[in-house]
């Protein structure tokens, strides 16, 4: 089956029909094959404005808020990006596309697994992925130029702020399951951390040590 059509008509409707300006998140999702990311009874769907189950009651972000969260991040080509949440690896491509190279991180080994090899068979060299509870972020390779969380946390991680560079974003869901809002963090040249609240989001719980508790 040949999607080209259906991914440029998806483009079109979803991502330049709501708004989303920046050319570079265009062309990425364009070009990612969301198809590949989902599983094959799933692919005739893969285009469809919504989440769709991955298993392990996951689930692929919307086509709409994977390009909102990466124009939020404003991305040049050159930055080191960190993602909590690797989920399917749909986000974690169009990170790669835009940015130079990315550390993700997925708490459910099965997930991260098959992300792995979706990634892999589509040649994405440049991202390496770890299993783990991502909440702790990556300190070893911090800071980084942009941080995206795929999943809702209760509140910011300060220490996710610590691990942004000078000139940093993180995106985040933050809010309770039922009422979240999609923030943006910014820790500016002189250090200064600014916040700006942007659209009502639903993600699944970020689940970890800085996250929320257990299966609850
Ligand atoms: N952007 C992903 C995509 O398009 O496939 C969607 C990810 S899904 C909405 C959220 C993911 O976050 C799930 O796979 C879940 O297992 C993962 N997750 C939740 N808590 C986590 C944690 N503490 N560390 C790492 N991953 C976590």
Redesign the pocket.
Known sequence: MNFDITRRRMVETQIIGRGITDRRVIDAMLKVPRNI?VEEAMAAQAYSDSSLP?G?K????QPYM?ALMSEMLQLTGREKVLE????????TAILAELSNRVYT????RS?ALRARKALDRLHYLNVNLKI????DGWAAEAPFDAIIV??GAPDVPAHLVDQLALGGRLVIPVGNQLDQTLVRVTKEKDGTITCQESVPCR??????KY?WSGEE
């Open positions: 990311f991955i392990e996951q689930t692929i972000s994977v909590l949440g690797t989920g399917s690896g749909y986000q991180v997925e708490r459910i997930l783990g509870d991502g909440t795929t999943a993600f699944v719980k970020l689940i970890g996250g």
